[in-house]
């Protein structure tokens, strides 16, 4: 048995390592296994029932796994190596559309998913394409409002890159809106952040959107 005054030190440690997004702290997979055994007893559903018998297991580990591992990383490491800029760039935009994504409404714990158009303009570095997927889903796999996704994913691209103008731009199906309520089941969610010289709604805003024109629903 713990000692109660250990464990009452010890909960607000383990705590304020979870508030803090980013930082290293291994999910206990095994607890999380437990809850969701008591959530199903909770609901009244039968033991007996053999396909709940492992369903505990399965969900703990798509949540730690797959659901909620952007906590384990940061947007530096998901971006990973950058590169100088091209000599002679200055000012282009660089734009990546229909990045699949999907993460999970903190208000319900019920997932949404969609496409993810990122763009920016680079600073004194680039980095690979397929790592602006990487920093999409190191925030994805969070529990984040659409409209939080976007402007952390804009907000990292601008910090980590130096870069003077990122955009996210992201479309996406709600189970929230799909599923539940007024069951809006064609509802497609749109959300936009803008940092630096893209928030101002000149030029470089209508250069990418002409160039998003095609690739909108
Ligand atoms: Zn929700």
Redesign the pocket.
Known sequence: MGDPAILRDLQPVSRQKREQPGQEGAPDVEAMARAVRDFLDAAGLPRSDANLAQTPERVAEAWAGEFLDGYRTTPAAALGETFPAPAGSSGELVVVTDLRFHSM??????PYAGRAHVAYVPGEHVVGFGRLSALVDCFAHRLILQEDLAREVARALAQVLNSPATACILEAE???LRL?GDEQSDAVTHAEAYEGTLREDGALRRELWARLGARRR
């Open positions: 409404c903190p208000h319900h714990l019920l709600q189970a929230c539940r």
